[in-house]
């Protein structure tokens, strides 16, 4: 094409620039950046957060009976489930009320 040499900053068909073309605009694109990759940073430490293992609980709301024959009352139990013992672990409060086997 006349008059584009390699280098050009601008396209000779359009006013849109490719490059900043001072030191100002240069600053502002890495300082856009740095927000980015702050604002990515801390979406994913926010996710971690949020997906960090808590404590996890039902509420059965009938008394039940677990397969192994034991039995829990109607409440709030905090399950724990420990998958290199193949164990499941009901709580009420510090108390185990019940343990049984699980197939994971």
């Not at 094409?1 to 359009?14: C, F, H, I, L, N």
Request: glycine share 6%; aromatic share 6%.
């Amino acid at each position: 094409m006349p008059g584009v040499r390699a280098g050009d900053k601008e396209s000779p068909k359009s006013s849109k620039r490719y490059w900043p073309t001072s030191c100002e605009e240069a600053c502002h694109v890495e300082a856009v950046h740095q927000s980015l990759v702050v604002l990515v940073g801390a979406v994913l430490f926010i996710s971690a957060v949020a997906l960090a293992e808590k404590p996890k609980t039902i509420t059965i709301y009938s008394d039940s009976v677990l397969p192994s024959g034991q039995e829990l009352k109607a409440g709030e139990y905090q399950v724990n489930v420990n998958e290199t013992s193949k164990e499941v672990t009901f709580k009420k409060g510090n108390k185990v009320v019940a343990t049984a086997a699980a197939k994971l």
